[in-house]
């Protein structure tokens, strides 16, 4: 929402910014004024980071105003040390003022580097903005998802049939044929589940851990349809040529490749997320599944992991997974056409005809 505003930091606080990197500065408060964000206040530390933040931050709240305040942790990153990203918008400030602090926040995000946020917190009481509200934040965030009306539906399908198992069959009757849960839930959803929520297996969740830290490049994950859970294939080490050998041709998957290459002269890591399902060589069960637990897995990813996902693709083999591909997708061109001049257009009837050039899955390792 940055271009509603056009507000950006002064080059006084760009400097302060990247010198408080550094970790000399234990809190910044960053306010706008005459349409531009400027510096507040700062503190430097004093004692760890949970002792110093009720007496750091609290003063700095204006029950008028709204204001910005980056808090330093104590601990890092591969970027230095992380920060705490907090947007105060006091409930009796004007409207007008909330709409432009909201505005400009991705703005002020960026200009800071968003691979030093560990976390952000919104407030518009003090309550909210204190230490045990930053616990409770936190302890919210970790908390389970609420169900979905179609989580709730399978709970209460497997209720019923749980319960109808343990009652006993009449003598002289037949005993009624029960339907497979799975059949029976996706007549109940209309044949589309949306939004489940299955767990993370623990090694997946270490292997997340581990791929943020950069200690791996590359994690596969599979839906376990009977354990109902997300669990981890295998983090093999792999290059950009190994994809497609990754990518196995019976079954889907989840995959996340941490892809290194160099654009404009800069070398960058971009974390691309795959989900590749092989077309009809899986059952109508698992494209279910794996469609439904999409977007709960990106979002506990981004959430939780802190994770940023550069490029989500969806493929159904692994032949065109190139280095020229994976570059397109991260780094699209906005017009590949780029007409140097305008060529005279020929007499009609004198030009010739339109020359047409034409252009010319193994399964994946689980060790």
């Not at 400027?38 to 949970?50: C, I, K, N």
Request: hydrophobic letters at 35%; charged letters at 25%.
């Amino acid at each position: 929402m940055s271009h509603q505003t056009g507000i950006h930091a002064t080059p006084e606080l760009r400097d302060f910014l990247a010198k408080a990197r550094g970790g000399a500065i234990r809190i910044i408060k960053i306010v706008i004024r005459n349409e531009q964000l400027v510096l507040g206040a700062y503190r430097e530390p004093s004692q760890s980071w949970d002792r110093d933040y009720d007496n750091f931050l609290m003063p700095l709240l204006d029950a008028q105003e709204p204001c910005y305040m980056l808090y330093r942790l104590d601990s890092q990153n591969a970027h230095g040390y992380e920060w705490l990203f907090i947007s105060w918008s006091p409930d009796h400030c004007p409207v007008r003022l909330k709409m432009v602090y909201a505005a400009t926040r991705a703005t002020l995000k960026k200009e800071f580097g968003g691979g030093h946020v560990k976390d952000e917190l919104f407030g518009t009481v003090q309550e909210d903005m204190c230490y045990q509200g930053y616990l409770r934040h936190v302890a919210s965030c970790s908390s389970p998802a609420p169900l979905t009306a179609a989580e709730q539906e399978l709970h209460r399908i497997k209720l019923t049939e749980d319960e109808r198992r343990r009652l006993p069959t009449p003598i002289g009757r037949p005993k009624l044929e029960c339907r497979p849960l799975q059949m029976m839930t996706e007549i109940c959803v209309g044949n589309k589940l949306q939004g489940l929520a299955f767990p993370l297996q623990e090694e997946a969740k270490r292997a997340l851990v581990q791929l943020k830290h950069k200690l791996i490049n590359y994690i596969q994950l599979k839906v376990d349809v009977v354990k109902e859970t997300i669990e981890l294939v295998h983090t093999n080490p792999t290059e950009t040529r190994d994809l497609p050998s990754r990518i196995p041709t019976n079954a889907p998957r989840y995959h996340l490749f941490l892809y290194k290459h160099s654009h404009q002269g800069e070398h960058l890591e971009s974390l691309v997320f795959i989900y590749s399902m092989p077309g009809h060589n899986c059952s109508i069960k698992e494209r279910m599944l794996y469609s439904s637990c999409l977007n709960r897995l990106l979002d506990e990813v981004e959430r939780d992991y802190h994770l940023e996902i550069a490029k989500k693709i969806e493929i159904d083999s692994g032949e065109g997974l190139t280095e020229e591909y994976l570059y397109e997708e991260v780094h699209p061109q906005a017009n590949s056409v780029k007409q140097t001049f305008a060529k005279p257009r020929g007499p009609p009837g004198k030009r010739g005809n339109k020359r047409l050039i034409k252009g010319g899955g193994e399964n994946g390792e689980e060790s």
